[in-house]
């Protein structure tokens, strides 16, 4: 079983648990609501506050596709 969190349907607070992203949940969120989703996780560089700090996260998260 897939143990990631699927960045397209979490909540802020379950993007908060995932150290990398802490305090920037709700922003991604936000974030998400505008653009429709992520189709890729090198997306969360366009989140304000994030950039270059989101490289290492493939195994805590999925886009969740299909």
Request: glycine fraction near 16%.
């Amino acid at each position: 079983m897939d143990d990631r969190i699927n960045l397209n349907t979490a909540s802020a607070a379950e993007l908060d648990a995932i150290p990398a992203l802490r305090g920037h949940g709700p922003e991604i969120v936000r974030y998400r609501g505008e653009r429709g989703g992520f189709s890729a996780l090198r997306q969360l560089d366009e989140v304000p506050g994030l950039a270059g700090k989101t490289d290492d996260l493939g195994g805590s998260l999925s886009i969740g596709e299909g």
